[in-house]
């Protein structure tokens, strides 16, 4: 039997771009409610204001708290804990439980997370490495051919091969012992009431099953949930999860020893092991070996702010550090957003980052980051210079910063697709929470147990594990975390947060997040007018740039530079408080995000 067809109402309040009136319509006033809705099928006033303020450029303004995620109902979620005195890490853990219900094709209990944390009442900032980890039998060549060459990425992705070992729910866990204040088990009420009596598909699911049909279709329990009947959900069908209910109702009794252990731990295992045409390695051993990290924030220095995120094993605070820092030199703010010497600048910085990025950046548990000398003043100063002419660099390489121990790698291959979800949160005792969590690529393996999917995170690994007889960095081994792009960052200054910030996109995240700090600190854009700059990235020589924006305008200039240009879609999920004063929150109009704050 297919789903409910909800009808067009709710389905246009979820829809983007959303008119004012659209999302009045879309709430009755006898239906309205300060949380998730009845049954999931109405948004508060709250909610239909805030999308309504996204498609209208204007940032949501309050005083003491406020919440900024991918998908109304999990920011609803996670307001009322923020409102009944919960704190940042609180909230963050009733959004991801409904994230990863309403938004199942970027996040879940399947997959991994970066989280950076300000402590208000110690001033310390910190992070949390819930990444995903390789399966103790995987081997450095699990993603070649009998021939030693690497798998075409599709191949590896869709199936077992590809699944590590889930580290989102013990970061949930990890980050509620060390911040929590409200009651564990009541985190997942909205999720799963949701999950229970039913919620809308979005029109952003909905697009995503449909264009994933194929892939979606290749695995039982996956096509039974999303292709009902074997046709795609549409938006608006209201849907019920009761398997994904269940397995929250065990971890907010268990905790997520009910995951990592026992009946559903074996289920995982079955999915990947027995995974028809491509199964996996991960094993019950992997999943209770499983550990969160705790390591330091990495911190650079931009104007008078300092960008704080998470080291490796993702690259994205390093990479969009050495952006900010190689820019340092140059007065952005004189040339502003429409100068294409502004983008020049921003664009080559980039490349001389990501060339870096692609040789030294892995997981520094098992191979040496040179984290210091890559973010070392002097070296991006003489990096800075390549900058210093009229037009596009004819190649880039990278530099040579300063080891703590010397060791010659070849440069990385591996492939990042946009996926993830981000999630920006300021609570009322001051604390500050960005975390980006990720299943990979959309609908990670394709593979679904109890209501949820697993990811697909080993092909962020390198598929090659040598160049020319030289180790590449990111290469496969047993129990090592995949380098991410993954780039949530807290921007400070005086010792104070003053922005939140984070965004998914692939290894296109780096340049997202990098550019919205630039139209923020230089441009003196408000938030929401920063997240909403069309975007102009550049990774690796292509100036990429946004579709049906001002972007396009950018294109006879960048390319009488040297560039070469494509102008194509490009879907950032930004999501981002600012601290001054108050507080006052932006989401990504490409998607489908509030922020929400206290009235």
């Known amino acids: 039997m297919r789903p409910l067809f909800l009808g067009a109402a709710l389905c246009a309040a979820l829809a983007h771009p959303l008119s004012a009136q659209q999302a009045a319509d879309a709430v009755a006033p006898e239906t309205a409610t300060t949380g998730a809705g009845a049954a999931g099928l109405s948004l508060s ?36 804990v923020l409102r009944e005195g919960g704190s940042a890490a609180d909230a963050m853990v009733a959004v991801q439980a409904v994230l990863g219900l309403v938004e199942p094709q970027s996040s879940g209990l399947g997959g991994g997370a970066f989280l950076v944390y300000y402590n208000a009442s110690t001033g310390a900032i910190t992070t949390l490495d819930g990444r995903e980890t390789a399966p103790l039998a995987a081997t450095p060549t699990l993603f070649q051919d009998e021939n030693g060459e690497p798998l075409k990425f599709f191949d590896a992705v869709v199936g077992g091969r590809s699944v590590g070992t889930p580290g989102t729910p013990a970061l949930l866990e990890a980050a509620h012992r060390k911040w929590g204040r409200a009651n564990w088990g009541g985190l997942f009420t909205d999720a799963i009431r949701l999950a229970e009596l039913g919620f809308a598909v979005s029109p952003r699911m909905a697009d995503s099953i449909a264009n994933d049909a194929e892939r979606l279709g290749r695995f039982p329990e996956t096509a039974a949930y999303f292709l009902p009947e074997g046709i795609p959900l549409a938006a608006g069908e209201v849907i019920t999860n009761q398997p994904y209910a269940n397995v929250l109702r065990r971890i907010a009794m268990e905790g997520t020893r009910a995951l990592y252990s026992g009946p559903v731990a074996a289920d995982i295992v079955r999915a990947v092991q027995g995974a028809t045409g491509n199964p996996g390695v991960l094993s019950e051993l992997d999943l209770a070996l499983y550990q969160v990290k705790e390591r330091p924030a990495v911190c650079a220095s ?24 190689m820019l ?17 600048l921003i664009g080559d910085a980039s490349r001389l980052a990501f060339a870096d990025r692609g040789r030294y950046m892995a997981d520094s548990d098992y191979v040496p980051v040179p984290t210091k000398g890559l973010l070392d003043p002097e070296y991006l100063s003489k990096r800075a210079t390549l900058l210093e002419g009229d037009a596009a660099l004819e190649t880039v390489a990278p530099g040579a910063p300063e080891f703590d121990h010397a060791l010659i790698w070849a440069d ?26 990720t299943i990979e690529n959309g609908f990670g393996s394709r593979l679904m147990t109890n209501g949820f999917l697993l990811n697909n995170e080993l092909t962020d690994f390198s598929f090659r594990s040598h160049r020319d007889g030289v180790p590449i960095a990111n290469r496969l081994e047993p129990g090592k975390r995949p380098r991410s792009s993954m780039a949530p960052t807290i921007v400070m200054q005086d010792g104070k947060p003053v922005l939140a910030i984070g965004s998914p996109g692939g290894s296109r995240i780096i340049g997202y997040v990098a550019t919205a700090i630039i139209g923020w600190a230089d441009w003196g854009l408000d938030i929401q007018d920063a997240i909403s700059l069309p975007h102009a990235v550049n990774r690796f020589g292509t100036y990429d740039l946004e579709a049906g924006t001002g972007a396009e305008a950018l294109e006879a200039a960048l ?41």
């Open 45 to 80: 006033e709250a909610a239909a204001a805030a999308m309504a303020a996204r498609d209208a450029g204007t940032p949501v303004e309050a005083e003491n708290w406020m919440v900024a995620a991918a998908n109304p109902l999990a920011v609803e979620a996670g307001a009322r």
């Open 302 to 325: 931009y104007r008078v702010f300092e960008a704080c995120g998470m080291g490796p094993p993702s690259s994205g605070a390093l990479t969009v550090g050495q952006i900010l820092g």
């Open 412 to 437: 990385d291959e591996s492939i990042e697709f946009p996926s993830t979800s981000h999630i920006s949160i300021v609570d009322q005792y001051g604390n500050v929470l960005s975390m980006t969590t």
């Open 328 to 344: 340092e030199p140059y007065d952005l703010a004189a040339l502003g957003p429409d100068s294409p010497e502004s983008w020049r």
């Open 559 to 599: 390319t009488d530079m040297g560039y070469q240009v494509n102008v194509r879609d490009l879907t950032s999920g930004l999501h981002a408080i600012e601290i001054d004063n108050g507080l006052k929150g932006g989401a990504d109009p490409r998607r489908e995000g509030i922020a929400l704050g206290d009235e």
